[in-house]
């Protein structure tokens, strides 16, 4: 029987966190420290990195976050920086970085890599992009009008039934769309906890699939996301009454 092949993560930018990241991973993972930026992207493509953790408390942090985004070899790994600035945090949202956290929560590492790290095989890779190509299903078609009509929970259940019967990594098209239309509805309830939850879950999903999928603009569906949990976050919980439903944007189809 073979071992099984440990996660790599990536660190990049020489935090001060970085002996402690390495601490609470052990033998979990194996961690690469990244200190400069000569070939970055030669690097990641050939470590394969199931995460990458981007210091975010030095000026260079944007360079980290975004060159990734730049190249299609790359662009799928997941980035979470982490910073003591929440405005540095904000910014990365939209930057490129797929979560932003501050040094403690990385307390809880291995956590962090098993909900968030992924690495799909070059066949996996090969077949979601051949699934993505593919006209999206009658059944999601009908999720995505449900969605765009704010009827967010009737367009669970059209996705979940489609999740279940579909057996290939394009269900995480799916799952994605499912899970930022239940946070949506979570906020439309008042629910802040959540409405949080269901944005955090949904990255994992959205981070791995290519920027247009079976006609969905994912690109832009990852963007409003992020922007929704960030105006979300600069709120306290119980003023989430004051959320601007404006952003709660509907899922663009590109060939309609």
């Known amino acids: 029987m073979t071992d099984k092949i440990k996660p790599l993560v990536v660190i990049a930018g020489q935090p001060d966190w970085a002996g402690q990241a390495r601490q609470t991973l052990g033998d979990a993972c194996t961690v690469v420290e990244y200190t400069s930026r000569e070939g970055y992207v030669s690097r990641l493509v050939n470590d394969r990195p199931a995460l990458i953790l981007v210091n975010g408390d030095t000026d260079d942090w944007p360079f980290w976050t975004a060159t990734p985004r730049a190249s299609p070899a790359t662009r799928r790994i997941p980035i979470l920086l982490i910073s003591v600035d929440k405005d540095v945090q904000v910014k990365a949202l939209l930057s490129g970085a797929d979560l932003a956290f501050p040094p403690d929560v990385l307390a809880d590492a291995r956590q962090l890599v098993a909900d968030y790290g992924h690495v799909r ?58 899970q930022v239309g239940i946070a949506y509805f979570q906020i439309t309830r008042g629910n802040y906890r959540g409405a949080l939850k269901m944005l955090l879950r949904s990255v994992q999903w959205l981070a791995i699939l290519p920027d247009v999928c079976q006609g969905v603009d994912v690109r832009r569906l990852r963007e409003d996301s992020y922007r929704v949990r960030s105006a979300l976050e600069s709120l306290p919980p119980e003023e989430i009454d004051r959320f601007d439903r404006s952003l709660l944007r509907p899922v663009r189809i590109l060939d309609e």
């Open 121 to 178: 095989s070059a066949e996996e890779i090969e077949r979601l992009d051949c699934e993505c190509a593919e006209r999206l299903p009658e059944l999601a078609r009908q999720g995505v009008e449900k969605f765009n009509a704010g009827d967010y929970y009737r367009q669970h259940d059209l996705f979940e039934a489609l999740w279940m019967q579909t057996q290939g990594p394009v269900r995480d098209l799916y799952r994605a769309i499912l």
